[in-house]
């Protein structure tokens, strides 16, 4: 491609960079975004722009939004005393389309690991610490994923909580809405079995 | 998500109506932006909203450039005789990418559909035939896809131009590089030898 055309290679490049999309499909996102640049590229650049230029991290919850305080930890209707914790604002957001948690959250950023440096305070364990303390926390649910280094970090913040007195909870496991046994790991099987209740 | 998030859910949504992306991978790509605002996000914006307001269509050839006149119609290196026709700008690319062709190229932007009230102006047919007469050509190269409406058009074109006397040439059609005949459609295994050559 010649030289005016640098512009658009490396719109391209810098497309390529998004997760979900490799060169063949960051061409094709380009070229539909040429091809419609009044409707839909002059708008998502606009937003872009603002959103990058607007967006922070929430200085209580490591939530991001577009003030030092996000609209969950600002609306006093989510007060309710409980603080779910999540390793990734990607876990809150999947927490929100729920629509079942009424609380506000606590995003670890992580999960610890040592051996890369990533200690209680990396994944601002401290600050959680000192909200349980400062904010009539009557509960603390640990919604970390369901793996080795979650559970670890799960169970470093419950001892970490335990002189506190505050009730700690995990999210229950078992079998998944619309999940077929046959496809589901033993493990699953097995935690769902333990978790039994009546019917 | 609450009000002052509304920009982060506009712009997932807008995300999400590129090719390739579906709400889901959308977000994965919206939260990485978010995590590199500075480094990703804020140079993807300033881009890609320089590119929608610069990015026009050659008046002459219809491929996407930044100026009235695409770099390679102002390429007099290119001034070589030989126009290859292709469907979309995608196509040029791959025409381009292929660096075979050291022509100019004319963009059809689709191909004859009498039924979507596509005919031949919409096309810029007229616009080729007018450069056939003006730039000295001495080939015409059909680039269009091996489908029937490709076919189809790509017949329209050569009995439009026909009376000009101007060489008129296809892509040759055979076993892809690399391709193995096991994974071949029968099309193009009878095409291919049909089209054999000496070894």
């Known amino acids: 491609m010649a030289d005016s055309t640098r512009d658009i290679d490396d719109l391209i490049d810098l497309m390529a960079r ?39 991290d929430c200085l209580t919850c490591g939530n991001i939004g577009t003030s030092d305080t996000c609209a969950i930890c600002a609306d006093p209707a989510r007060a309710t005393g409980e603080i779910c914790v999540v390793e990734d604002v990607a876990d809150l957001w999947a927490m929100e389309r729920g629509r079942a948690f009424k609380g506000r959250y606590h995003v670890l950023g992580g999960t610890l690991s ?9 994944l601002r364990i401290p600050q959680l610490a000192a909200r349980v303390a400062d904010e009539s926390v009557t509960e603390v649910i640990l919604a970390l994923n369901a793996t080795v280094d979650g559970q670890t970090t799960a169970h470093y913040i419950a001892d970490a909580l335990a002189a506190t007195g505050v009730r700690i909870t995990s999210l229950a496991q078992g079998v998944p809405i619309g999940g077929e046994l046959d496809y589901l ?8 079995l333990r978790a039994r209740k009546a019917f």
């Open 185 to 192: 790991d033993d493990g699953t099987i097995g935690a769902a």
């Open 18 to 56: 998004l997760p979900g999309l490799g060169p063949r499909s960051a061409r094709r996102a380009v070229l539909m975004l040429l091809k419609k640049r009044g409707q839909v590229m002059a708008p998502l650049a606009h937003r872009m722009a603002h959103v990058a230029a607007t967006a922070r």
């Open 114 to 122: 040592p051996l890369d440096d990533v200690g209680p305070e990396v």
